[in-house]
C-alpha cells in the first residue's frame, strides 16, 4: 500500500530564510514522487517530480528535493523563502495507477 | 497550448439534488482523472477515464460517477447531494493513463456548496 505523510499541517518562516517542508512516504513498489502547489482558489501547479536517476531534483522557483530511500523521504527545500512562495504544498506518491496524496502543509512566508 | 478547464469554477445546491461537473483536457492529453479536496480528508482520488473507459475508481459510493467523451472531454456526477459533498473538485489530465510515468496536470477546479 502507498502513502504520504507530509510533517507540519502549517510551517511558518522569515522572508530569505530556509524552506523545509517535510514528506515521508510508504510504497510497496520504487515509487514515482512529485510536490505541488496550490495558491488560494487555484489548482495544483508541479514543482517538481522523481521518477528514476538523479536523486536530487530541481523544479520550478527555485525549489528542489532529495529523494533518500533509505529515509523514505522526499523533502522540498528552496535557500531563500519570497513572499510569493506562501501557498499550499502537497507531496505526492505514485505506483500503480494512482496517486496518494499527502495532507498538505501550508506555508506562511513573514516579512 | 491551453490548460485543463473546469466548469463550472462555482456552483451551489442543495441537499437531494444532483450536479454535474465538467472538465476539457490539455490537447492531445487523452487521461482525466478527478479528485475532491476537502480540508478534513484532503485530496482524494475519485476516478480516471481513458478512451472513454474508466480505468481506475476511488473509494466514493456509487452516487459519484463520471464518464469521458471521444474528445477526451470529461464530465462527473454526483447525485442526492449530501451536506459532505462540498468540495473542491479538481480534474487532472495526462497523455496517457498510468500515473506512475505520465504527469498529471491540475485545472482550476469546481468549488460545490451543498446548503
Known amino acids: 500500500a502507498q502513502s504520504v505523510t507530509q510533517l507540519g499541517s502549517h510551517v511558518s518562516v522569515s522572508e530569505g530564510a530556509l524552506v523545509l517542508l517535510r514528506c515521508n512516504y510508504s510504497?510497496?513498489?520504487?515509487?514515482?514522487l512529485f510536490w505541488y502547489v496550490q495558491y488560494p482558489n487555484q489548482g495544483l501547479q508541479l514543482l517538481l517530480k522523481?521518477?528514476?536517476?538523479?536523486?536530487l531534483v530541481k523544479g520550478i522557483n527555485g525549489f528542489e528535493a532529495e529523494f533518500k530511500k533509505s529515509e523514505t523521504s522526499f523533502h522540498l527545500t528552496k535557500p531563500s523563502a519570497h513572499m510569493s512562495d506562501a501557498a499550499e504544498y502537497f507531496c505526492?506518491?505514485?505506483?500503480?495507477?494512482?496517486?496518494?496524496f499527502g495532507t498538505g502543509t501550508s506555508l506562511t512566508v513573514i516579512p | 497550448k491551453a490548460g485543463v478547464t473546469q466548469t463550472p469554477r462555482y456552483l451551489i445546491k442543495t441537499r437531494g439534488q444532483q450536479v454535474t461537473l465538467s472538465c476539457s483536457p490539455i490537447?492531445?492529453?487523452?487521461?482525466v482523472s478527478w479528485y475532491q479536496q476537502t480540508p478534513g480528508q484532503g485530496l482524494q482520488f475519485l476516478f480516471e477515464?481513458?478512451?472513454?473507459?474508466?480505468?481506475n475508481k476511488g473509494n466514493f459510493p456509487g452516487r459519484f460517477s463520471g464518464r469521458q467523451f471521444s474528445n477526451s472531454r470529461s464530465e462527473m456526477n454526483v447525485s442526492t447531494l449530501e451536506l459532505g459533498d462540498s468540495a473542491l473538485y479538481l480534474c487532472?489530465?495526462?497523455?496517457?493513463?498510468?500515473?506512475?510515468?505520465?504527469?498529471?496536470?491540475f485545472g482550476p477546479g469546481t468549488r460545490l456548496l451543498v446548503l
Open positions: 487532472a489530465s495526462s497523455l496517457v493513463p498510468g500515473s506512475t510515468v505520465e504527469t498529471q496536470y
Open positions: 510504497s510497496s513498489v520504487p515509487p514515482y
Open positions: 522523481y521518477t528514476t536517476g538523479a536523486t
Open positions: 505526492a506518491v505514485s505506483a500503480g495507477n494512482q496517486f496518494y
Open positions: 490537447s492531445g492529453h487523452r487521461s
Open positions: 477515464y481513458f478512451s472513454e473507459t474508466q480505468r
